[in-house]
T-cell receptor
Framework: GDSVTQMQGQVTLSEDDFLFINCTYS??????LFWYVQYPGEGPQLLLK?????NKGISRGFEATYDKGTTSFHLQKASVQESDSAVYYC????????????FGRGTRLQVYA | EAAVTQSPRNKVAVTGGKVTLSCNQT?????MYWYRQDTGHGLRLIHY???????EKGDIPDGYKASRPSQENFSLILELATPSQTSVYFC?????????????FGPGTRLTVL
């Protein structure tokens, strides 16, 4: 079945630092990959969607791409702000069950002013 | 704006008791989902539904039942709650666009089983 591996459990940065979070995925079909963000006390919300390998998804200063060759996808931001502190999930769109999402474990980002 | 709401937001239950978590969506989406969130596991799918009257098993359905009486409402039922079911539960709705689409999540229900 589909799976997502998200190794970075916690990332701590200072404002204006560069952010990079990496995930790997496994699927037998053509993937669509998402990044969801969850703020304290809220449910996850969509941040970015990437439907084609090597094409970028861009939103709110964040960029995401995926590489079919290495089955990896990543999220980056050039300059983080304290307000970016949240949990970020890499998510694989359902390839076997229509509409199903497979979540990684999440990366907690803490940004200090 | 379209919304997914959950009730209750917090629940304390006793082992062996029955718990019902409710979800309502105004998105007019066909599909609805129940997940649980635990540290180190991200979100894991318990049950989902394609529409009124439909319920399907997700990845971790054991100990849970689901009910979809209408387009708007989707419930998760724990007939005999156990401490291992202590978690945060999220409901979501979505509508397929040739298989790939986003989901809209509610604010979550924190369940503690003593």
């Amino acid at each position: 079945g589909d799976s997502v591996t998200q190794m970075q459990g916690q990332v701590t940065l200072s404002e204006d630092d560069f952010l990079f979070i990496n995930c790997t995925y496994s699927t037998t079909w053509y993937p669509t990959l998402f990044w969801y963000v969850q703020y304290p006390g809220e449910g996850p919300q969509l941040l970015l969607k990437v439907t084609t390998a090597n094409n970028k998804g861009i939103s709110r200063g964040f960029e995401a791409t995926y590489d079919k060759g290495t089955t990896s996808f990543h999220l980056q931001k050039a300059s983080v702000q304290e307000s970016d502190s949240a949990v970020y999930y890499c998510v694989l769109g359902g390839t076997q069950v229509v509409g199903q999402l497979t979540f990684g474990r999440g990366t907690r980002l803490q940004v200090y002013a | 704006e379209a919304a997914v709401t959950q009730s209750p937001r917090n629940k304390v239950a006793v082992t062996g008791g029955k718990v019902t978590l409710s979800c309502n969506q105004t998105n007019n989406h066909n599909n609805m989902y129940w997940y649980r969130q635990d540290t180190g596991h991200g979100l894991r799918l318990i049950h989902y539904s394609y529409g009124a009257g439909s319920t399907e098993k997700g990845d971790i359905p054991d100990g849970y039942k689901a009910s979809r009486p209408s387009q708007e409402n989707f419930s998760l039922i724990l007939e005999l709650a156990t401490p291992s079911q202590t978690s945060v539960y999220f409901c979501a709705s979505g509508d397929p666009d040739w298989g790939i689409y986003e989901q809209y999540f509610g604010p979550g229900t924190r369940l503690t089983v003593l």
